[in-house]
């Protein structure tokens, strides 16, 4: 029988953790989005867009191995970014990450509940057996 296995947890601001990390069901993982947000101090990371950018890929890399997975088993990417200025410094981000055949992804031009917050990124991924 699948049933939903809680893969981390999220602190934020320093309590109790409030969002899950990840969810796994059966073989699927699905990551909470990431955002270059240090969940101590709730500060973000830098105001540099390539490095909030690979701030997030490193949190998303990080919970892919604690979940037994990987970038080669991602299957859906979604992107959220501030500014579509940033569009190609994120598919550089995303080609050095994600190794061809890529996973399928939306990216969307939004604004974010926090200030100085340039990109969040959400994911699907495989957990192989």
Known sequence: MTKRVVVGELPVGGTDPLISSAVRWGDLLFLSGRAPIDTTSMEIVSTDFTEQAQSVIDQILASLAEAG??????LRVQCYLLDAGDFDAWNALWASTFPAPRPVRTTIVTSFTIP?????IEVTAGIPS
């Open 69 to 74: 997975s990987g970038p080669e088993h991602v």
């Open 116 to 120: 100085g917050m340039l990109i969040e």
